[in-house]
């Protein structure tokens, strides 16, 4: 059996143990004047579109629920109606401003899954390219990525 290493996500995984609770119910409840810190590029009635700052490739976004809540089936119709709407928002957001070959909509549930926050759902959004895996990331266990988050952050914010 092969097995596939991901150090660089332990930090962010074992911190939200450090600083006690669940970091993305600590960013849905900080005040909206602090967005930009939080990278959060959008807030609706029940959910936040915040960039993952350890993403897959540029404009990696995650539409998560302020609920803390670990299933689909706890959001309720309402919250479920809204994150589509938001997804197609995203979607064409993502779409004007990185112009990728497809995107990734996809949710990992619960930590077997490889959620990395498993207790609290949210729906992962990544912009992909032909060619966007390449010997850096297979083989140098390195992910190469051309910006910045805040100049991602500066691109979306607005655009959702």
Not at 6 to 23: D, H, I, L, M
Not at 54 to 60: A, D, K, L
Not at 125 to 138: C, E, Q, Y
Request: glycine share 10%.
């Amino acid at each position: 059996m092969d097995h596939l290493f991901s150090p660089w996500r332990y930090a962010y995984v074992t911190s939200q143990k450090a600083e006690g609770g669940c970091a993305l119910c600590r960013l849905g409840s900080a005040d909206p004047s602090d967005d930009e810190a939080g990278f959060i590029v959008a807030r609706a009635r029940h959910l936040f579109v915040v960039l993952n700052i350890y993403p897959y490739n540029s404009g990696h976004l995650m539409i998560v629920p302020y609920g803390h809540v670990p299933r689909l089936a706890a959001l309720g119709d309402e919250v479920l109606h809204e994150m589509g709407g938001l997804a197609t928002r995203v979607e064409e957001a993502v779409e004007d401003v990185y112009h990728p070959d497809g995107i990734n909509f996809g949710m990992n549930l619960g930590q077997s899954a490889g959620a990395g926050i498993a207790d609290h759902l949210h729906l992962h959004v990544v912009p992909r390219w032909a060619g966007d895996t390449n010997f850096m990331t297979v083989a140098g266990e390195t992910r190469v990525l051309p910006e910045d988050l805040r100049e991602t952050w500066q691109r979306l914010r607005g655009r959702i």
